[in-house]
């Protein structure tokens, strides 16, 4: 089954001889080595280069495990270069390769060397690291299946889809199964031996059980304000368990390095400063989110909330959440302060979007509510409801774009509308 990725792969192409090495950056399993072995390689050679000159070594293989060592590796890809032509070189899971960063910086000094990565975790784009590639790295961070992906191969309609997408998610390995069964237990297995698995050996986490319980603590909250002293009490509360603040952090921050949770911070829209404290967190895929809680807590409202946050970092956007402070008067007068929130403020350049995301809106007062927020951003920038389900594409009275998640999802310029 092909796959198009043609947003990451239209990174590459623009990449294409720019002198830096292309590192393409995402969870495990999330198709980076399709990209990079399949959809780039095809395009090059569709554009003539020779097979001979593109290098290819993935260095999770067996057979490949002696290119780990880099007094191998570099002779190996040295022989292989017989002339002067360019050369692609494409090496899958470099984080494995031993003292990366030298053998990445030698063969990027090359004239005739165009090189392509891919790594599974943040770890080797460290501030060290990168001090390392002397500003010779450039990034394609990659996610699972968007849901316009997942729709372009999928065997149904989009509400079919969008329940398999809701329940499953966008790993692309997940695709291959045909039933729900099948799906889960590859989806639990695959959280277990790979991304446990990998964080706790990687990190030289000594208590599993600990980040295990804060994995599921953050699964049942996704799209909630929290922070690490929070979460902390409700180790205590909840699971009657003593979990420091500092641990806490720790371990979000091995999760996010692995790239199994994004989150959002607040930004105080009309005093134009952030806010530290609370965040919300999301999950890069949901089928393994939903995985985490063996497939019991799939609230559509959360879901759809997350699914959105994933698509507007997709399409490159800088993602907060919004805090509208107002002053009102109570039944008393006496004078109150309230925070409304704005769910997305969505940044890329000049350009910013406010975004609510509104799984239903059955009557005006719902419509009133969920715009409010939006109307007392004290600002011209464009505002968007999405919902669940809506006739098309509509500008309200409020001058608010309101449209479905299925017009949203699945037309790359939708708030362009």
Same mark, same amino acid.
């Given at each position: 089954?092909?796959?198009?990725?043609?947003?990451?792969?239209?990174?590459?192409?623009?990449?294409?001889?720019?002198?830096?090495?292309?590192?393409?950056?995402?969870?495990?399993? #999330?198709?980076?080595?399709?990209?990079?072995?399949?959809?780039?390689?095809?395009?090059?050679?569709?554009?003539?280069?020779?097979?001979?000159?593109?290098?290819?070594?993935?260095?999770?293989?067996?057979?490949?495990?002696?290119?780990?060592?880099?007094?191998?590796?570099?002779?190996?890809?040295?022989?292989?270069?017989?002339?002067?032509?360019?050369?692609?070189?494409?090496?899958?899971?470099?984080?494995?390769?031993?003292?990366?960063?030298?053998?990445?910086?030698?063969?990027?000094?090359?004239?005739?060397?165009?090189?392509?990565?891919?790594?599974?975790?943040?770890?080797?784009?460290?501030?060290?690291?990168?001090?390392?590639?002397?500003?010779?790295?450039?990034?394609?961070?990659?996610?699972?299946?968007?849901?316009?992906?997942?729709?372009?191969?999928?065997?149904?309609?989009?509400?079919?889809?969008?329940?398999?997408?809701?329940?499953?998610?966008?790993?692309?390995?997940?695709?291959?199964?045909? @039933?729900?069964?099948?799906?889960?237990?590859?989806?639990?297995?695959?959280?277990?031996? @790979?991304?446990?698995?990998?964080?706790?050996?990687?990190?030289?986490?000594?208590?599993?059980?600990?980040?295990?319980?804060?994995?599921?603590?953050?699964?049942?909250?996704?799209?909630?304000?929290?922070?690490?002293?929070?979460?902390?009490? @409700?180790?205590?509360?909840?699971?009657?368990?003593?979990?420091?603040?500092?641990?806490?952090?720790?371990?979000?921050?091995?999760?996010?390095?692995?790239?199994?949770?994004?989150?959002?911070?607040?930004?105080?829209?009309?005093?134009?400063?952030?806010?530290?404290?609370?965040?919300?967190?999301?999950?890069?895929?949901?089928?393994?989110?939903?995985?985490?809680?063996?497939?019991?807590?799939?609230?559509?409202?959360?879901?759809?909330?997350?699914?959105?946050?994933?698509?507007?970092?997709?399409?490159?956007?800088?993602?907060?959440?919004?805090?509208?402070?107002?002053?009102?008067?109570?039944?008393?007068?006496?004078?109150?302060?309230?925070?409304?929130?704005?769910?997305?403020? #969505?940044?890329?350049?000049?350009?910013?979007?406010?975004?609510?995301?509104?799984?239903?809106?059955?009557?005006?007062?719902?419509?009133?509510?969920?715009?409010?927020?939006?109307?007392? @951003?004290?600002?011209?920038?464009?505002?968007?409801?999405?919902?669940?389900?809506?006739?098309?594409?509509?500008?309200?009275?409020?001058?608010?774009?309101?449209?479905?998640?299925?017009?949203?999802?699945?037309?790359?310029?939708?708030?362009?509308?």
């Amino acid at each position: 089954m092909k796959i198009g990725r043609d947003v990451y792969l239209n990174k590459l192409i623009s990449k294409r001889h720019n002198g830096l090495i292309k590192v393409v950056t995402g969870m495990r399993r #999330c198709g980076k080595s399709y990209l990079l072995f399949n959809l780039f390689k095809e395009y090059l050679v569709n554009e003539g280069v020779a097979e001979n000159h593109i290098i290819e070594i993935a260095f999770d293989s067996f057979e490949n495990k002696r290119y780990r060592d880099p007094e191998v590796l570099f002779p190996y890809i040295m022989e292989k270069m017989s002339d002067e032509r360019m050369y692609y070189v494409l090496l899958d899971e470099v984080q494995m390769l031993d003292d990366f960063e030298s053998v990445l910086n030698s063969l990027g000094r090359k004239q005739n060397v165009d090189v392509y990565v891919t790594g599974s975790n943040a770890k080797f784009l460290s501030k060290d690291i990168i001090t390392e590639f002397r500003g010779r790295g450039d990034e394609v961070h990659m996610y699972p299946l968007t849901f316009g992906e997942f729709m372009s191969v999928y065997d149904g309609d989009k509400q079919e889809g969008w329940r398999d997408y809701v329940l499953f998610g966008g790993i692309p390995l997940v695709l291959g199964f045909e @039933t729900a069964d099948q799906k889960s237990d590859f989806l639990k297995s695959l959280f277990e031996e @790979t991304y446990i698995s990998d964080i706790t050996g990687r990190n030289n986490i000594r208590n599993k059980a600990e980040l295990e319980e804060l994995l599921n603590i953050l699964s049942s909250a996704i799209g909630s304000l929290t922070n690490p002293s929070k979460l902390s009490a @409700t180790f205590k509360s909840v699971k009657n368990k003593s979990i420091s603040k500092d641990t806490i952090i720790k371990y979000i921050d091995y999760l996010r390095d692995s790239f199994l949770i994004d989150s959002a911070i607040r930004y105080d829209i009309k005093g134009k400063k952030y806010i530290n404290t609370p965040s919300k967190y999301y999950f890069t895929d949901l089928g393994l989110r939903n995985a985490r809680l063996n497939f019991r807590q799939v609230e559509e409202t959360h879901v759809m909330e997350n699914i959105i946050f994933n698509e507007l970092k997709v399409r490159g956007y800088n993602v907060d959440v919004g805090v509208v402070v107002m002053n009102e008067v109570d039944k008393n007068g006496k004078k109150i302060r309230k925070q409304l929130e704005v769910d997305f403020v #969505c940044n890329k350049g000049s350009k910013r979007f406010y975004i609510q995301s509104a799984y239903a809106l059955p009557d005006k007062e719902k419509m009133e509510q969920e715009q409010r927020s939006l109307v007392n @951003t004290g600002d011209g920038f464009k505002k968007i409801i999405i919902t669940k389900d809506a006739v098309a594409p509509l500008y309200n009275e409020e001058g608010i774009l309101v449209m479905s998640v299925y017009d949203f999802l699945l037309n790359p310029d939708s708030m362009e509308i």
